[in-house]
């Protein structure tokens, strides 16, 4: 068995089938067990043991020896009598039962319609973010549906219905995903057909679609143009959080919206000037290093360094009024629940 390293239950099985606990190349004597064999004897008797106590292997060897032709292993070749250890106790006993068990759920998978497997992945990391999952299969997306939408709720809709088939269905099954993309690719027209995306992009349009399609603000108020450079940075920052919220307000923004911070200096009167804006996500540079591992930090780093604007780069400074050399910087002013990182 770790020869062959089988991962599936059904390879596991067949293993099993092909196993009989009276040979003595894999079940010595125990007086015959050298100290270095004693412990893989003991692992090799558990896993018999696991065996003998699953409905999967249990009926899986039944339909295996009905077509074998050699009167192979039957599943009373595993009873836990014919084993030399006693059996575990019922809270140990390993069920390979897939069906029976609560934490399989979600472990369903989508199949491929063409070169989708970009959408697939997505789609697939999404129904594993707990908060968005809960709020399709708890049916609670139902009280924010917004009909003033360009796509009357069509596309959250079908996105909570293939959620709540990939946490319902049995895990030894695949679920088609032609319905949601059938309103995807209305939403966003560049996702029509079946050649390979952009996995980043493709998220970046969904999440833009389920928030427009429960958008808790039914009519946006008209986007103020007040200046509010003379407030310190953090009321600034809070006066244009809310400003985005008065006209984008849902459960999609709430878990995936932050705030970024950027900021210009001027070299020749030392003037900054700060601008907030919320981000869904970030695309990180990858430094270049010439030993050991690029970190996620290191990535960070690197994009919250400050960065040098001369030459044809340099900016009109609005205190100068004249083009001047200036350091630009970001920080992460607000960060989202979940925070979506493009490297």
Not at 193 to 217: C, I, K, M, P, T
Not at 218 to 228: E, N
Not at 246 to 260: A, K, M, P
Not at 273 to 289: H, V
Request: charged fraction near 25%; proline fraction near 5%.
């Amino acid at each position: 068995l770790s020869r062959h390293k089988s991962i599936s239950h059904s390879d596991l099985a067949r293993e099993f089938s092909g196993l009989h606990t009276s040979d003595s190349a894999y079940l010595p004597a125990a007086g015959a067990l050298s100290a270095r064999a004693r412990p893989e004897h003991g692992n090799l008797q558990g896993l018999y043991q696991a065996a003998a106590h699953s409905d999967y292997v249990r009926g899986y060897l039944e339909s295996y020896g009905r077509k074998s032709h050699h009167g192979s292993l039957s599943t009373g070749h595993l009873s836990p009598s014919q084993a030399t250890l006693p059996p575990p106790p019922p809270s140990q006993h390993c069920s390979l039962s897939l069906q029976s068990s609560k934490a399989v759920q979600g472990l369903t998978g989508l199949r491929n319609l063409g070169n989708t497997c970009f959408m697939n992945s997505i789609l697939q990391c999404l129904s594993n973010t707990k908060e968005l999952r809960d709020y399709c299969l708890q049916n609670q997306y139902l009280r924010d549906l917004n009909n003033n939408s360009r796509m009357r709720t069509a596309l959250m809709s079908e996105f909570a219905k293939l959620i709540q088939l990939l946490w319902t269905s049995s895990p030894n099954e695949s679920v088609s995903p032609s319905e949601f993309k059938t309103q995807i690719q209305r939403y966003a027209p560049r996702f029509v057909g079946y050649n390979q995306q952009d996995a980043q992009e493709f998220l970046r349009f969904l999440l833009d679609g389920l928030h427009s399609e429960v958008n808790r603000v039914l009519v946006r108020p008209r986007a103020s143009t007040d200046t509010l450079d003379h407030l310190p940075d953090d009321e600034k920052s809070r006066q244009m959080w809310r400003r985005y919220q008065e006209r984008e307000d849902s459960r999609i923004s709430d878990l995936f919206v932050g705030q970024l911070k950027s900021s210009l200096t001027c070299s020749e009167c030392g003037y900054c000037s700060t601008a907030f804006d919320p981000f869904w996500d970030l695309s990180l540079p990858i430094p270049k290093k010439g030993y050991g591992e690029v970190t996620l930090m290191d990535c960070l780093r690197l994009f919250t360094k400050e960065d040098v604007l001369d030459g044809d780069e340099k900016p009109t400074c609005c205190r100068c009024k004249a083009r001047t050399r200036c350091t630009k910087k970001f920080s992460i002013q607000k960060f989202p629940k979940i925070l979506v990182l493009r490297i």
